[in-house]
């Protein structure tokens, strides 16, 4: 009783009869028949008779009849899932049952049609039947007999011949209730009289297994439902137990005598009989019966009422149907689940609030209400831990805010923090969330929280890592803060603790050297200035280590690319990126940049630019002397200087390297750099500059080849100079007189400035030159009466050719050497004639031999007729010539003072060329003097 009392009860039900006008037929029909057996499914309410009649009653309350037995109907039983009524009565006298199968779907002469007819009959010895399950596949039928027997029949249930029949069991106790279930790929078979219960595999042998060693009643036995985990529910006094094919499951103290047992969805219908007797109802005198509805998974009375001998409960058109002993079908409507919770909700009772909402399936916005109202009413009651609970519940739905408002009251610090923390648990904090629960843990110092949220490693994140870790470093938890940022790989929050909370510097190096490629570089750039000046030398060694060939710490020296044959990938940063985070460690700077050097000697200019000029600082900022060592100290610095410049791999840039040392006065860099780009008038400049007259011939003889020029430079150098130069200035004129560098006169014309260069200096020039001089007029003399003489020769020749005839006594052709025969060709360049079919392909007009000699003359002479009137050019040549008398005489062989003129000949008027020295005047239009007889031929000369 006190178990029953527990139950709360509630009217989720309805009443009402159906004895209203517009269904008065049903009540007459109802009151006339005599009740032996209901049924329903597929839409109608199914009721036989003792008369052997089936009435069946539709939706609107409609009824049909026929007649199924010619005695009686004594068991019904409706198919759910197919339009198929199975019934038992008697059509003869004494105990005869009949099996009928019937389709409702087709209908013979008014009435359904019946498929299969059988008997009943458990052995020879007929019995009455007291209950019947079919299988809902049609396969599996069950008779229970009150001789204690149950035949099951196998095969298709709608025909005779497909169907086989065996008794699975016997007993001396009439069978009270038979139910199927499927479990697995078994199919059992429930069984129970009033003194046993067992279950049996008709599948596998008809394996039994005895459930119980009691009973129950007829019509107290049920299954739960049509699932695969239904159960089989047995109804005894004041209890009710549940069966699973193995054994007994659990069992609810239920108050009263169980007449009958009724499942209707999530619901357990029970009849039982009242205890006390109400007044008789129209005299009948008949006791009273309470229907009970229980919500079994929810734990209450749905509903409960009294009805006066109830002979079946129904179910159909989703409601209750009660058929009383007054002969009135009563219909009890369920309520609608929004009536329940308002309801429920009215009583404060919102844990069967919710747990019916569930049973419902109740849309999760419904759900998520209810949650809310539930966690308001306890945190107006002052249970704030009951209160969030339910309000965890809403995460995802309602919003957080809400919640957290409540919540901000320091007192209220813990439950603050389990909501925070069930919201990162379902990944829907946002970084507000993530900032306001880490500032709980850390208000409560509860390291261990603290500990358990960031560190646990087999835990997914929930959070989003950033705020974390924002919030570890204000509140001081370095730790925690380095633990996530490295964990998750967010270098750069890593590195700002390390370096501005901690200022671990080596340990921040450490960290970089772990990274990829991409990242080294990235923070090596960002916090390299700071690195360098704390931790120089690691932070120098990782550098090197990055624009080589990098590779993380924490990787292994052989990757698996070149274990499986192919080639290794080099990743190398650009090294002049890095230069402007030495900018306070000028030493490791040199260090870094010698690395580079040796490793990479085609490192680009910068690189070399830099550490030249860090190497002329580093010497001209050494003091001056004053012991050995220390001068010793300076040449070696001055001598890795020059190295460094007269590296042959050595990528500097000339300009910039001669401007660093011109701006540090590197002598030995600004010479060799001279040099080098071939600046060799610099490098006399210099030693001009500073009258090192020794250097001075030496750089004359080092590279007055490359450029003569130099020995002009030098002897207009000394002849400036009035100190005692005679050797040099001797040295000189003997270079320029032996490359004929200088006319003598200009020679003459430098010296003349010199109060110190006496004649004496240079009268051995002097005397050379014109012997020289008179030797070549001797020589051009000899060469002219030569060309004279051949001129006259060649006159005459031509001459002799235009009078004279010519005698041919060539004996062979020149091309072939054969004997000369007719017809031949002969030319008057002396012995050369041809046989004339040997000519053919050959110019005719041209002899084989001479033609290419002649051609050679024919080609000068055209190219003197195209430049003999270029005199633009000519007077530029002239301006520009140092000897211009050498030029002048090249151009009268080039013809350009050869006239044409027209001359009258006995055969016409010819175009002639002549050479002709011209007026004064002419002369004077030629070289655009002024007045020619004021023109001294030197000054022409010069």
Known sequence: MAAFLQWRRFNFFDKETACQPTTREVFDKLQNINISACASGRGQIIVGDHEGFLHFINRKMEVTEFEAYKIRVTHLFQM??????????????????????????????????????????????????????????????????????????????????????????????????????????????????????????????DYRTSLDKFGCKARCAVMSGMTQDNQFVVGRQDVVYFYQPDGRGPCLALEGEKLMLFWFRGYLVTVCREKRYMSPINNTGMAMNIVTIYDIQNKFIAFIASFPEVIDVVYEWGAIFVLAGDKKLYHLIEKDTKTKLDMLFRKNLYNIAISLAKSQQYDKGGLIDIFTQYGDHLYSKGDHDGAIEQYMKTIGKLEASYVIRKFLDAQRIHNLT?????????????????????????????????????????????????????????????????????????????????????????????????????????????????LMSEVPQPTTELLKQLCTDYRPSDQPLVDQTVLDGGSPKIQKAFAEEFIHIFVNSSARLTEFLEHMIKVQPNSPSLLYNTLLELYLQDTIHETEPTNEPNNTLKAEKERRTLELLQGSEAGYDIDQALVLCQMHNFTAGILYLYEKAELYQQILRYYMDHDKYKQVID?????????????????????????????????????????????????????????????SVVKDYIVKRLQQENDQITED?????????????????????????????APKCSICNHALEIPSVHFLCEPHSYHQHCLEGYNENECFVCMQNNGKVMEVIRAQEQNKDIHEHFHNELDRAQDGFSMIADYFGRGIFTKTIPVVTSTGLENRSYTHPGTNKEWCDLFNFPNWPEVHLGSFLC
């Open 781 to 809: 003399e000899r060469l002219i009466q030569k060309y004279r003489e051949d001129t006259c020769k060649k006159k005459l020749q031509i001459e002799e050719l235009k009078t004279s005839a010519k005698i041919f006594q």
């Open 418 to 530: 389990k909501y925070l923390q069930a919201l990162h648990k379902g990944q829907l904090a946002t970084e507000e969330h993530t900032t306001l629960l880490l500032n709980c843990y850390t208000r409560l110092k509860d390291v261990s929280k603290l500990d358990k949220f960031i560190k646990t490693k087999d835990r997914e994140v929930d959070f989003d890592v950033e705020t974390a870790i924002k919030v570890c470093r204000q509140a001081g938890y370095y730790e925690h803060a380095l633990f996530l940022a490295e964990k998750h790989n967010i270098h750069e929050w890593y590195l700002k603790i390390q370096l501005e909370d901690i200022k671990d510097y080596k340990k921040a190096v450490e960290y970089i050297g772990k990274l990829k490629f991409e990242e080294a570089e990235e923070n090596l750039k960002k916090y390299g200035k700071i």
């Open 80 to 205: 759910k899932q197919h339009n198929l009524l199975i019934t038992i009565g008697e059509d003869e006298q004494g105990i005869n049952p009949l099996i009928k199968v019937w389709n409702l779907d087709k209908m013979e002469r008014g009435s359904p049609l019946c498929t299969r007819i059988a008997r009943a009959i458990p052995g020879n010895k007929p019995s009455p039947v007291t209950c019947l399950t079919v299988h809902e596949n049609l396969n599996w039928m069950a008779v229970g007999f009150q001789c204690g027997s149950v035949v099951l029949f196998k095969g298709d249930v709608t025909r005779d011949r497909h169907s086989k029949f065996r008794i699975v069991y016997e007993n001396q106790r009439p069978i009270t209730g038979l139910g199927f279930r499927i479990s697995g790929k078994s199919i059992i078979l429930f069984i129970v009289t009033e003194t046993n219960i067992l279950s049996i595999n008709i599948s596998s042998n």
């Open 699 to 759: 750089t004359c003889k080092r590279f007055g080849t490359q450029e003569s020029n130099l020995w002009v430079q030098a002897l207009s150098y000394f002849a400036m100079k009035e100190d005692n130069c005679k050797t040099y200035l001797m040295e000189v004129l003997s270079h320029i007189d032996k490359k004929n560098l200088l006319s003598p006169l200009l020679v003459i014309q430098s010296l003349a400035h010199n109060s110190a260069a006496t004649l």
